[in-house]
């Protein structure tokens, strides 16, 4: 703590969330909170299914158990935060803001990182599946998972040790509902040029590899789809793909939209975008893989059975 506040002379932000409006904060709250509970149950009913069931002991269900976990350690992050904000002060101290920087960015790669892992996983299913068994087996799968859990923390903790050097001295509000490196950067009244160009080139890097790895691994997948002669085949093969697609799409449409653009560009109309990776992606993820997922759903359902008196 000593050595954040000989970095910066503010020592705490305020936190101006989706609105400033008093009769605004309730029904905010409520969303958000109902929105939170459904997130957590959500993903935890899928982690329990998948490991209280045998059918579901795959590489496939094993990353997608990982996925949920994370999931609910993002939302945990950053959505308490916003329910105490839209009741009480909107205040959090310095430290706390670089600390949740660091995880929404540390959690939030993993996330990414996770989805390259599980296309991979589908890639092999499809492309390769005589060697299926032999390429996922148990220990790469813990070692794919430890890539993608432990790779993100280096990024992260690069961008906030770099942020730790800005000094801030003026304004302390952030026209925000989370700590992010934007709307920060925007407050500062030291140079923040070593912070943006390793934010643009090395973040970019970070943040694209993943969806390029994913891009190729389904161009791969789509090409071998195509030589099935029987179509039933086809839409079998793109049905065990379809959940996953839907995930991507929602998740780095909405990462794109916001971070592949510069500092001044940033306005608060991206707060909606932010919304829909950090906290939306958490909670529809559960019925996205559930809903076309027959084994999935039958483990669900095993285990609301056994739940029940």
Same mark, same amino acid.
């Given at each position: 703590?000593?050595?954040?506040?000989?970095?910066?002379?503010? &020592?705490?932000?305020?936190?101006?969330?989706?609105?400033?409006?008093?009769?605004?904060? @309730?029904?905010?709250?409520?969303?958000?909170?109902?929105?939170?509970?459904?997130?957590?149950?959500?993903?935890?009913?899928?982690?329990?299914?998948?490991?209280?069931?045998?059918?579901?002991?795959?590489?496939? =269900?094993?990353?997608?158990?990982? +996925?949920?976990?994370?999931?609910?350690?993002?939302?945990?992050?950053?959505?308490?935060?916003?329910?105490?904000?839209?009741?009480?002060? @909107?205040?959090?101290?310095?430290?706390?803001?670089?600390?949740?920087?660091?995880?929404? =960015?540390?959690?939030?790669?993993?996330?990414?990182?996770?989805?390259?892992?599980?296309?991979? /996983?589908? =890639?092999?299913?499809?492309?390769?599946?005589?060697? =299926?068994?032999?390429?996922?087996?148990?220990?790469?799968?813990?070692?794919?998972?430890?890539?993608?859990?432990?790779?993100?923390?280096? %990024? &992260?903790?690069? %961008?906030?040790?770099? +942020?730790?050097?800005?000094?801030?001295?003026?304004?302390?509000?952030? %026209? %925000?509902?989370?700590?992010?490196?934007?709307?920060?950067?925007?407050?500062?009244?030291?140079?923040?040029?070593?912070?943006?160009?390793?934010?643009?080139?090395?973040?970019?890097?970070?943040?694209?590899?993943?969806?390029?790895?994913?891009?190729?691994?389904?161009?791969?997948?789509?090409?071998?789809?195509? @030589?099935?002669?029987?179509?039933?085949? @086809?839409?079998?093969?793109?049905?065990?793909?379809?959940?996953?697609?839907?995930?991507?799409?929602?998740?780095?449409?909405?990462?794109?939209?916001?971070?592949?653009?510069?500092?001044?560009?940033?306005?608060?109309?991206?707060?909606?975008?932010?919304?829909?990776?950090?906290?939306?992606?958490?909670?529809?993820?559960?019925?996205?893989?559930?809903?076309?997922?027959? /084994?999935?759903?039958?483990?669900?359902?095993?285990?609301?059975?056994?739940?029940?008196?």
């Amino acid at each position: 703590m000593e050595r954040l506040n000989q970095t910066s002379r503010v &020592s705490e932000f305020i936190l101006m969330g989706l609105s400033s409006l008093p009769e605004d904060q @309730k029904p905010l709250f409520i969303i958000f909170f109902i929105i939170y509970l459904v997130t957590i149950t959500g993903n935890l009913l899928i982690i329990l299914a998948i490991h209280s069931d045998s059918q579901l002991q795959t590489p496939m =269900y094993f990353f997608l158990s990982f +996925l949920s976990f994370i999931d609910i350690c993002f939302t945990t992050t950053i959505v308490p935060r916003m329910l105490v904000n839209f009741l009480s002060h @909107k205040t959090i101290s310095y430290a706390g803001c670089l600390t949740q920087m660091y995880f929404i =960015y540390a959690l939030g790669n993993t996330d990414s990182w996770l989805l390259v892992v599980m296309a991979f /996983d589908r =890639y092999v299913a499809i492309c390769d599946p005589f060697h =299926y068994v032999t390429i996922m087996s148990h220990h790469r799968c813990v070692l794919l998972v430890a890539f993608s859990c432990s790779l993100p923390h280096f %990024h &992260s903790l690069l %961008h906030t040790l770099l +942020l730790n050097q800005v000094t801030f001295c003026d304004s302390n509000i952030i %026209h %925000h509902f989370l700590c992010d490196f934007s709307p920060l950067v925007k407050l500062s009244c030291s140079s923040t040029f070593v912070n943006e160009i390793v934010m643009m080139i090395e973040g970019s890097v970070f943040l694209v590899t993943p969806f390029l790895c994913i891009t190729f691994s389904y161009i791969r997948i789509l090409l071998a789809v195509l @030589k099935i002669p029987s179509a039933a085949g @086809k839409c079998k093969a793109f049905s065990t793909c379809g959940s996953h697609l839907t995930v991507v799409t929602l998740f780095y449409g909405s990462i794109f939209y916001v971070y592949l653009q510069l500092v001044s560009t940033y306005t608060i109309r991206d707060h909606m975008a932010t919304i829909v990776y950090t906290v939306l992606t958490s909670t529809l993820n559960p019925f996205i893989y559930s809903l076309r997922n027959k /084994d999935l759903k039958q483990g669900l359902r095993k285990l609301l059975v056994r739940r029940k008196p």
